[in-house]
């Protein structure tokens, strides 16, 4: 996968808390907000796919085994 470096701003103290928790990770800020990314980028794509699929069968519908179909008049008869 081909790289593409970015630049950011932070806050300075917000910068310092990044620097100690990505050692405590053994790795850099780059690498620990690339990881960030593509965790938060995989999620929404799961989001989208599953929404997709959910969409899908509310507009194919749900077959509840009944007997028969009941017309609307026929239910609202008194």
Do not use: W
Request: glycine share 6%.
């Amino acid at each position: 996968m081909q790289k593409q470096n970015i630049t950011i701003s932070v806050d300075k103290d917000v910068l310092r808390k990044a620097k100690v928790l990505a050692a405590r990770h053994d790795t850099s800020i780059s690498g620990l907000l690339s990881r960030q990314i593509e965790s938060l980028v995989g999620h929404e794509e799961a989001y989208e796919r599953a929404r997709g699929q959910a969409m899908k069968l509310l507009e194919k519908g749900f077959h509840l085994r009944g007997a028969r179909r009941t017309s609307r008049d026929e239910l609202h008869e008194r």
